[in-house]
């Protein structure tokens, strides 16, 4: 590969990476304009097909379509290259995040600026799962897998293997009827499946040494247990990152507070509840994937352990959740042509896109209960009414769909520091 032609190409690719706002829907517009119209790197139904795609992949699906134009671009170096020049920025900014709340932790200074953002991430959830249920759910059998869905993760919600779980009973269940979804004659072509292979490999290898690295009382487990932590949520994330802050808040926050870690006395990755739903915010104010919330992650569960070990955490939580996206793509774009036809996948994807609007649904009511009741317990009825306002304006506001989500965290921000 001659990198010099493609200059201009990774040029564009930093300007979208440091422009892109608004999440997956946001960056689609924003790659039609650059990457179709303006440039040519791919024509209109090329990106579409790119986009759909990803969509039916575990994984950031902007992230993924994105590597996808490299690839067809320049091949696997053109795709690595455009993937780290479009997760830098935003990774960068949200590492800096995690050095910048453990500062205010050593001052002993309160953090009361984004005391408003908490809520204001549950409405984003709260909107991206009415939004999405509008799109999956659409007859009886997506109706019920929602609704047991939601339940289950609302009283489950400390199970860390209830949302995988949930994502392949509903793919099974959706797949006992022919008639929504007929099959046709279609032609078996043989599929290679060693890439799919080596991903597997890295999954089970990874879980391997965190158990292990934890269990033996490793030195540098926490490494280790992070970089696990993060390959698994990029390996099993289906509908971005609305699906991906539940997974964390469950590992990061409610996990460690759970009955079983505190007796077994294990020393488990965690993040203050305040300071995670800080993060979770921030992230959907800046530009590029919402997987950047890996690097500050990474980060705040590393930070007692010396800036070095810090900013070590911030580079494994990055690497570490966006691997699989670019693994999954690149190893199973090239037999897509062929999957593609067979009609057990979609049916499959029917009863999962359903599982992920009800995860959504569920953990807004989690979230809801875990950060409002409290206050509620406390008599604080000034901070219940308040945060609720927040989780309720968020909503319409993005509803409305007149405010970019920007303009809402940084609205947010000021009231806090008013407040």
């Known amino acids: 590969m001659i990198l010099v032609r493609h200059i201009p190409f990774l040029r564009a690719v930093l300007f979208h990476s440091i422009t892109a706002f ?40 902007s992230t993924q379509t994105l590597t996808l134009i490299g690839y067809k671009r320049g091949g696997v170096w053109l795709a690595l290259i455009t993937l780290l020049i479009w997760i830098l920025p935003a990774s960068i900014i949200m590492a ?45 059998i997506t109706t019920v897998i929602m609704v047991v869905s939601a339940v ?6 400390k199970t860390p293997w209830v949302f995988p779980a949930l994502i392949v009973f509903a ?26 292979l080596i991903f597997l490999t890295l999954f089970g290898i990874a879980g391997y040494l965190s158990e292990t690295a934890t269990r033996s009382n490793w030195q ?31 590992q990061y926050v409610t996990r460690p507070q759970s009955k079983r870690v505190q007796e077994n006395k294990r020393d488990v990755l965690k993040i203050d509840r305040q ?58 774009f090239p037999v897509w042509q062929n999957i593609k036809k067979y009609v057990v996948i979609y049916r499959s994807l029917e009863g999962i896109h359903a599982a992920v609007v009800g995860i959504m649904t569920g953990a807004t009511v989690y979230l809801l209960k875990d950060n409002i009741y409290p206050s509620f317990l406390l008599n604080n009825y000034l901070a219940v009414v308040l945060d609720l306002s927040i989780v309720v304006v968020t909503f319409f506001l993005l509803r409305s769909n007149r405010i970019p989500a920007p303009f809402i965290v940084v609205g947010c921000l000021m009231l806090g520091f008013l407040v």
């Open 22 to 61: 608004g999440g997956p829907q946001g960056h689609m517009g924003m790659m039609m304009k650059t990457f179709v119209h303006q440039r040519k790197d791919v024509t209109e139904t090329e990106l579409i097909d790119y986009n759909g795609f990803c969509q039916l992949l575990p994984g950031a699906s």
């Open 275 to 332: 300071e995670f739903l800080t993060g979770s915010g921030i992230v959907r104010a800046i530009p590029g994937p919402v997987f950047s919330i890996g690097a500050f992650t990474g980060g705040m569960v590393m930070r007692n352990n010396g800036v070095v070990l810090q900013l070590v955490g911030c580079f494994i939580g990055t690497i570490a959740i966006f691997l699989p996206s670019v693994l999954i793509v690149l190893f199973f």
């Open 220 to 250: 540098y487990r926490k490494a280790i247990n992070l970089f696990e932590n993060n390959y698994r949520f990029g390996s099993l994330v289906f509908g971005g990152g609305d699906v991906l802050m539940p997974l964390m808040y469950e």
């Open 96 to 140: 800096s995040l995690s050095f910048l709340l453990n500062y205010f932790a050593v001052i002993h200074q309160k953090t009361s600026v984004f005391q408003f953002i908490q809520p204001m991430a549950i409405g984003f959830i709260a909107y991206s799962s009415i939004r999405t249920m509008g799109i999956s759910v659409h007859n009886t």
């Open 152 to 157: 289950i993760t609302f009283l489950a919600f």
């Open 171 to 196: 793919g099974i269940a959706t797949n006992f009827s022919e008639k929504r979804i007929p099959q046709k004659d279609i032609p078996h072509k043989k599929i290679n499946w060693n890439n799919l």
